[in-house]
């Protein structure tokens, strides 16, 4: 049974930085895609940014140069490093997944549709 399971959330200070964690378990990470998307309130859950199982990475072009996502293969670990966080960032944070048993996941979309298998989410607050 696939798990993610997310951590780093927390109250941050405009122009501060955060770095969201993301445990997966039950499946073979390594052939996965991850992705990191987010929600605010009244508003549609969106993509930050995702990493195949080629380490090949797509970000959002209105977040790209703020956040890097980065995944430990060792440790089933995925990564948001948030910089330079804005009020705007305020939401919950969520990790995804995107695994069929047997495949390597490759070239995915940054669309949350997509995604297989959803973590319970970490909230962010940026204050100014």
């Not at 495949?103 to 995604?115: D, E, K, Q, T």
């Amino acid at each position: 049974q696939v798990q993610l399971v997310e951590s780093g959330g927390g109250s941050v200070q405009a122009g501060g930085s955060l770095k969201l964690s993301c445990a997966g378990s039950g499946y073979t990470y390594a052939r996965a895609c991850m992705g990191w998307f987010r929600q605010a309130p009244g508003k549609e859950r969106e993509g930050i940014a995702i990493i195949d199982a080629d380490g090949t990475t797509l970000y959002s072009e209105s977040l790209k140069g703020r956040f890097t996502i980065a995944s430990d293969n060792a440790e089933n670990t995925l990564y948001l490093q948030m910089n330079m966080v804005k009020v705007e960032d305020t939401a919950m944070y969520y990790c995804a997944a995107l695994y069929y048993p047997g495949a390597w996941c490759r070239g995915p979309p940054l669309n949350p549709r997509a995604m297989r298998h959803w973590g319970k989410g970490t909230q962010v607050t940026v204050s100014s």
